[in-house]
T-cell receptor, first 112, second 115 residues
Framework: DQQVKQNSPSLSVQEGRISILNCDYTNSMFDYFLWYKKYPAEGPTFLISISSIKDKNEDGRFTVFLNKSAKHLSLHIVPSQPGDSAVYFCAASQGGSEKLVFGKGTKLTVNP | DAGVIQSPRHEVTEMGQEVTLRCKPISGHNSLFWYRQTMMRGLELLIY????????DSGMPEDRFSAKMPNASFSTLKIQPSEPRDSAVYFC?????????????FGDGTRLSIL
């Protein structure tokens, strides 16, 4: 049973436009969420995180939004750049646990 | 700072052989995690250690898999005997566990192919 779901396997956007990646979770005990970016033949790299006490966290071009009532979070990238083309993973943990549960990822392609 | 270092990067071996994957965590990180990535199941946690002690091995698929962390700077994941269904990318990650909400840092993985 997947507790963290990324329902779009892929997404394609034009350079300069906004990319929106979505993630849904089923476990209401999750209280910390992270996004990782992964290039081919490399390990996932931490991008941005958000605690459940917040509904938004911003870092440069990257913003994560959390909607606890809908058990949904999203990652916005504005403006999108070709170098952002990668697979993006959503992950969640609960109660200070070190265990992360990952979604299966969304492959983002930013076209020049 | 050096990141998490995994070796080998690629391993191709025949069914039934023993496979040993190695990981050197980031210095100062006291938590270490082993993950497996497959198309079907995505990225799944196999086992993690805190201060060299295994904390949760519930993700280890079966007794053919074992992991050790003899000291703070080295860990191994062993598969014996290996089977074709073990073919996957195996990642190691480490984290500074003493501070809250610290992210895990991943190595570049070992791509394992069992023929």
């Amino acid at each position: 049973d997947q507790q963290v779901k990324q329902n779009s396997p892929s997404l394609s956007v034009q350079e300069g436009r906004i990319s929106i990646l979505n993630c849904d979770y089923t476990n209401s005990m999750f209280d910390y969420f992270l996004w990782y970016k992964k290039y081919p033949a490399e390990g996932p790299t931490f991008l941005i995180s958000i605690s459940s006490i917040k509904d938004k966290n911003e870092d440069g071009r990257f913003t994560v939004f959390l909607n606890k009532s809908a058990k949904h979070l999203s990652l916005h990238i504005v403006p999108s750049q070709p170098g952002d083309s990668a697979v993006y993973f959503c992950a969640a943990s609960q109660g200070g646990s070190e265990k992360l549960v990952f979604g299966k990822g969304t492959k983002l392609t930013v076209n020049p | 700072d050096a990141g998490v270092i995994q070796s080998p990067r690629h391993e191709v071996t025949e069914m039934g052989q023993e496979v040993t994957l190695r990981c050197k965590p980031i210095s100062g990180h006291n938590s270490l995690f082993w993950y497996r990535q497959t198309m079907m199941r995505g990225l799944e946690l196999l086992i993690y250690f805190n201060n060299n002690v295994p904390i949760d091995d519930s993700g280890m698929p079966e007794d053919r898999f074992s992991a050790k962390m003899p000291n703070a700077s080295f860990s191994t994941l062993k598969i014996q005997p290996s089977e074709p269904r073990d073919s996957a990318v195996y990642f190691c990650a480490s984290r500074r566990g003493s501070r809250e909400n610290q992210p895990q840092h991943f190595g570049d993985g070992t791509r394992l192919s069992i023929l």
